[in-house]
Nanobody
Framework: QVQLVESGGGLVQAGGSLRLSCAAS????????MGWFRQAPGKERDFVAA????????YYADSVKGRFTISRDNVKNMVYLQMNSLKPEDTAVYYC??????????????WGQGTQVTVSS
């Protein structure tokens, strides 16, 4: 089992940057693919980015490609989401999640509690 705790959210102006962190505890963190998702008020939760077990492969939602970067540190059991050129439409609660498979459409088994990101115009 994996426990996930996000941090780093906050209020930022459009065009600014934020770095989200996700601390993982539990066994075999390196055996999980990791992802970031977000949920805006009144909307469904959407996929943002995913990273493979060793960090050697990533993929992103089209809406964040070129602006966001996902990374991981398997020594520290951490996952990060660097968000640049933020837009008001990026405002959402951001969630870190863990999956046993890196394949697109995988079921994410473990979720954090979320961290709020608000981008002002």
């Amino acid at each position: 089992q994996v426990q996930l705790v996000e941090s780093g959210g906050g209020l930022v102006q459009a065009g600014g940057s934020l770095r989200l962190s996700c601390a993982a505890s539990g066994r075999a963190f390196y055996s999980y693919a990791m992802g970031w998702f977000r949920q805006a008020p009144g909307k469904e939760r959407d996929f943002v980015a995913a990273i493979s077990y060793t960090g050697g492969s990533t993929y992103y939602a089209d809406s964040v490609k070129g602006r966001f970067t996902i990374s991981r540190d398997n020594v520290k059991n951490m996952v990060y989401l660097q968000m640049n050129s933020l837009k008001p439409e990026d405002t959402a609660v951001y969630y870190c999640a863990a999956a046993r498979s890196y394949a697109k459409g995988s079921v994410y088994e473990y979720w954090g509690q979320g961290t709020q990101v608000t981008v002002s115009s």
